[in-house]
């Protein structure tokens, strides 16, 4: 498959699309184009025809060739705005809210200056374990993010070991104190023992990640105390986040059908408050939120999803972060990404005005191809 950037110059991708900026030439893919191209794509991304260097119709009435680019929502760069310029009085509201949390300074104890720092890997596999739920649940895949249902129920297996049997699930899923005092190594073992036999899952290995990233480990165990381990008081507070969207639900479905859906409602919900300029909190709880969501999910993602959630979400925001790239076109994403997945479909659920997770542009291929000319 050709690309529209040459092989040996693929880091013109910022260079492109700031000339397209500059054009103005680019306009967003309306939700009614959407849905038609997640109708029209067949097969994998890398035998799709939309994604050729050859170009797309602009829409079903339009044959006009036009090439898709995709970046961040740009209501991240409300968040990397907020970092860069306002960092210290960030993170004097961050540490103000982990006093807050039951447990909240223990845990993060000497880890404070690692709270503004999040944990693009992990979100990537997040959303692409959602992305995979939702699909499932429209019948356009098989792949149901399973990963992302067996760690709810892990969290809810846990939770129901350690407070025994006076557990009661409409009380419990709201307090979280009976964590704070650390759970036993019985606890532990019993539950990861059984994990390991029904779902081939070792929480174990999930407390590796407390060593490189606090903020979004699930657990935590102490150095001098090994037989006590702590979970992440965001992770707790994100299942409380579950647990109260699944009541408010008029309609909710079964869960293992609806927790992809309920992921990103949350993240959506958490970009959309960035806007709200009457709340001076709005970034410490975006930031608390986005590490609650990843300390919680805590099972790998099957090689699929992390082709959605690794290889495209978390690139996008790799190339933002470090090289500046506000938009990448999709043939070339499309011709390594290989996912199994109908890349129409995914961007579609990405670009949801309910989640709103990436801002998806259309551009002429004819201003495309005379740009890249220049270039090279």
Known sequence: MK?????????????????????????????????????????????????????????????????????????????????????????????????????GSHYFEGELNTLLDINWIVLGRVIGSAIANIGSANGWWTTKGHDAYTTILFWSHLKRVQVGDTYDASRDAKHNDHYFQGISEEIWHQTSIWFHDHHSFDPDSELLRSTAHRASSPFWRENHRPHRTYPNPFALRHQQLVYALRRADIDPGELAQDHGKITLQLLGKALKELKNIKDPDRFAKFVITIHGMCAYHIVRTNQHQQKIGLHLFSNLAARKISRGVNGSNVPDISKHLKTHFSLAKVLSIMADKEHKIIDWYSVEKETVDEIVKDLT
Do not use: H, M
């Open 3 to 103: 690309r529209v950037l040459p092989d040996r110059n693929p880091s013109l991708d910022y260079a492109l699309w700031e000339k397209i900026s500059r054009t103005k030439s680019s306009t967003k893919v309306l939700p009614e184009q959407r849905r038609w191209l997640t109708t029209i794509d067949r097969g994998s991304s890398q035998i799709s025809d939309l994604w050729l260097a050859d170009g797309r119709n602009q829409s079903k009435e339009d044959e006009i060739k036009v090439f898709d680019f995709v970046s961040l929502s740009n209501l991240f760069d409300l968040w990397f705005d907020e970092k860069k310029y306002n960092r210290e009085n960030l993170q004097g509201k961050v540490n103000e809210f982990v006093e807050k949390f039951t447990g």
